[in-house]
């Protein structure tokens, strides 16, 4: 029998897709049950109390979650997000429902030795609920008391090898995609580049120094399969130079509707009959630069004017591939709608060879600058995308000492007037009076 009665969360329910409520309702009858002899450290009916206070959160319109303070294990400021029940006398379960964010390791790649050990610790020390991914990228713990909180920080440092992810006003932990690991579009290693990142930074990761926030996220092709350029103050983007690659023969199989070769690599069967591949409809009229034709059974690309969008590989993989010159656009600036609106980020570095030979340090030149100037200028609570904002992305070259080029325009400039800065007029602003009159008399 239910702790609580949840009216308004059974209709979660009712709907054709899964639901969080059946999860935790599951959760709370496992824990009630415990049929593997569990010494529970916090309230065995820490789930059921959840349901409850959801529930009427849900019904009162608003939440009854407080604010949680400072909460964290000694030597780090992140990793821990404190959270507090303003209900503790009708679910004292959750009077405290801390969550912990673990850092997830590069591609998120497990082993089910790692996860059973991972549940089972969560089981005994906290509510057992987890998030597989929170947006930021790590493992998310969701629900225990403080008392827990170096408990399981010791567990999962000293015998799995773990590390708690980033929280607060510091390096949030490293996200990235599957990269060469798994992917043939990747154009850089993104998981060791991640993993380079989270041991190079660890301090900015456990010890908030920042105005706010602040996200890397990685993504080794165009496709962004993490949405980088939407979600990071630091976007890498894997990109490259030379031409798209093309076998002519293939893009013919293609046009020709050769049933081994068909459009998005079969992406779309099953749903429905989308009739014969039309490569002017799927392909050239969706290019957004109108970059190639397809004329005597050849196929051209005027790669000047690509913009690495990746339709046309993803239509069809087969025929074309990215270019052999590889390696990553940064961006700069992305975040969510908090103050400003939300905003894309916007290119900083249009390739940058990604070496791991030299540490990297094309790349981590360019962000250690920009920190330099963000910690110096930034608001509190101020993301680097609104400090851009308000200062100009001028301001931005000239902290990164990167010249400035046409990929950098958005739109041609609304400000008339140009303001030249002393170092860049002849001799400076200072001048010499008696010199002056020698040619302009009163």
């Not at 440092?157 to 490293?174: A, C, I, K, V, Y």
């Not at 900015?204 to 890397?216: G, N, T």
Request: aromatic share 10%.
């Amino acid at each position: 029998m239910a702790k609580h009665e949840t009216p308004l969360l059974d209709q979660l329910e009712s709907g054709p897709w899964p639901s969080f409520v059946s999860d935790l309702k599951a959760q709370a009858e496992k824990r009630a049950k415990n049929e593997e002899g569990i010494e529970f450290q916090i309230p065995v009916d820490v789930v059921d109390d959840l349901l409850g206070v959801v529930e009427l959160s849900y019904k009162h319109g608003r939440t009854h979650w407080k604010h949680g303070g400072i909460v964290g294990v000694f030597g780090y400021g992140g990793g821990v997000i404190g959270r507090y029940c303003d209900q503790p006398e009708n679910f004292p379960g959750v009077e405290a429902f801390h969550t912990m964010r673990v850092n997830q390791p590069a591609g998120k790649y497990y082993s089910t030795d790692y996860l059973k050990k991972l549940c089972d610790l969560w089981d005994f020390r906290g509510s057992g609920v987890t998030n597989m991914h929170g947006s930021t990228g790590d493992i998310i713990l969701l629900g225990t008391t403080t008392k827990q909180l170096e408990e399981v920080f010791w567990t999962l440092t000293h015998d799995m090898g773990q590390d708690l992810g980033g929280s607060g006003s510091n390096l949030r932990t490293p996200s990235d995609c599957l990269g060469q690991s798994r992917c043939e579009y990747a154009c850089y290693d993104t998981n060791a580049l991640v993993y380079f990142l989270t041991n190079e930074y660890q301090d900015e990761l456990h010890r908030p120094a920042f105005p706010y926030k602040f996200k890397f996220k990685l993504d080794g092709c165009p496709n962004c399969c993490v949405a980088s350029i939407a979600r990071s103050d630091m976007s890498f983007i894997g990109t490259w130079k030379d031409d798209i690659r093309i076998d002519q023969d293939a893009v013919n199989k293609y046009v020709e509707n050769d049933p081994a070769y068909p459009a998005n690599a079969g992406a779309h069967k099953g749903s429905k009959d989308w009739g014969p591949f039309d490569i002017e409809k799927e392909v050239l009229a969706l290019c957004p630069t109108k970059c190639m034709k397809f004329e005597n059974k050849k196929l051209t690309i005027d790669n000047a004017n690509c913009t690495r969008c990746m339709h046309c590989i993803n239509v069809m993989p087969r025929a074309l591939k990215i270019g052999k010159e590889t390696g990553c656009s940064i961006l700069c600036g992305a975040k969510a709608p908090i103050l400003d609106g939300a905003q894309m980020g916007s290119l900083l570095v249009p390739f940058v060879e990604v070496n791991p030979d030299n540490d990297y340090e094309a790349i981590t030149e360019i962000i250690e600058n920009i920190w330099d100037w963000w910690m110096e200028e930034g608001k509190n609570r101020e993301r680097l995308g609104e400090l851009i904002m308000r200062q100009g992305f001028q301001k931005l070259l000239e902290v990164t000492g990167i010249d400035p080029m046409p990929q950098h325009v958005a739109y041609p400039r609304t400000n008339p007037y140009i303001f030249w800065k002393e170092d860049e007029v002849p001799g400076g602003w200072e001048r010499d009076v008696d010199e002056y009159r020698k040619h302009h008399r009163r």
